[in-house]
């Protein structure tokens, strides 16, 4: 074997390590972030992120398979480029993040995840309000009252005005 083919498959080898580590590295992060998110959660969404999960891992070991179906033939000879791995993991990536994106119980635990931002944001608003009505500054409501008083005016204005006309016409 010559010193290109000797480090090709030493290349190819540590590419290889590296891709299986790294795949089991991202399938354990998934199962804990998913146990995490569906902690507590009804029956059918904890079916939901089951399911979810049974593809992510379908998809993560079909892409296993196909890394170590190519490492085979680089070893075999074929021309294999590093690439091609690269490939195989970012598709499985998008693949089994679509697996669990699918899911109610990731719908729902977002959703859980939306709503607490919106408290958060609710409370930073009423905060703000305060500290600006303590300081005399108008606040969002205030300046929202002025707005729909001038509406009003605007509204009974135009009433004035279309009784005038009448009047004038008559006259």
């Given at each position: 074997?010559?010193?290109?083919?000797?480090?090709?498959?030493?290349?190819?080898?540590?590419?290889?390590?590296?891709?299986?580590e790294?795949?089991?590295?991202?399938?354990?992060?998934?199962?804990?972030?998913?146990?995490?998110?569906?902690?507590?959660?009804?029956?059918?969404?904890?079916?939901?992120?089951?399911?979810?999960?049974?593809?992510?891992?379908?998809?993560?070991?079909?892409?296993s398979?196909?890394?170590?179906?190519r490492?085979?033939?680089?070893?075999?000879?074929?021309?294999?480029?590093?690439?091609?791995?690269?490939?195989?993991?970012?598709?499985?990536?998008?693949?089994?993040?679509?697996?669990?994106?699918?899911?109610?119980?990731?719908a729902?635990?977002?959703?859980?995840?939306?709503?607490?931002?919106?408290?958060?944001?609710?409370e930073?608003?009423?905060?703000?309000?305060?500290?600006?009505?303590?300081?005399?500054?108008?606040?969002?409501?205030?300046?929202?009252?002025?707005?729909?008083?001038?509406?009003?005016?605007?509204?009974?204005?135009?009433?004035?005005?279309?009784?005038?006309?009448?009047?004038?016409?008559?006259?």
């Amino acid at each position: 074997m010559t010193d290109d083919a000797h480090g090709f498959f030493a290349d190819s080898t540590e590419a290889a390590l590296d891709a299986i580590e790294h795949n089991v590295e991202l399938h354990a992060a998934a199962t804990e972030s998913l146990l995490k998110a569906f902690e507590g959660d009804g029956e059918s969404e904890y079916e939901s992120a089951i399911r979810g999960y049974s593809r992510m891992y379908e998809t993560w070991m079909n892409a296993s398979a196909d890394a170590l179906e190519r490492y085979e033939n680089a070893f075999a000879g074929e021309d294999v480029g590093i690439e091609e791995f690269r490939e195989i993991w970012l598709e499985a990536a998008n693949e089994a993040f679509k697996d669990i994106m699918t899911t109610s119980a990731f719908a729902a635990a977002t959703g859980e995840t939306v709503g607490a931002a919106l408290d958060i944001k609710e409370e930073m608003d009423e905060s703000a309000n305060r500290t600006l009505g303590e300081m005399g500054f108008a606040t969002t409501r205030d300046v929202e009252e002025v707005g729909e008083r001038l509406v009003e005016l605007e509204r009974r204005q135009h009433g004035v005005e279309k009784k005038l006309d009448e009047l004038l016409q008559r006259v």
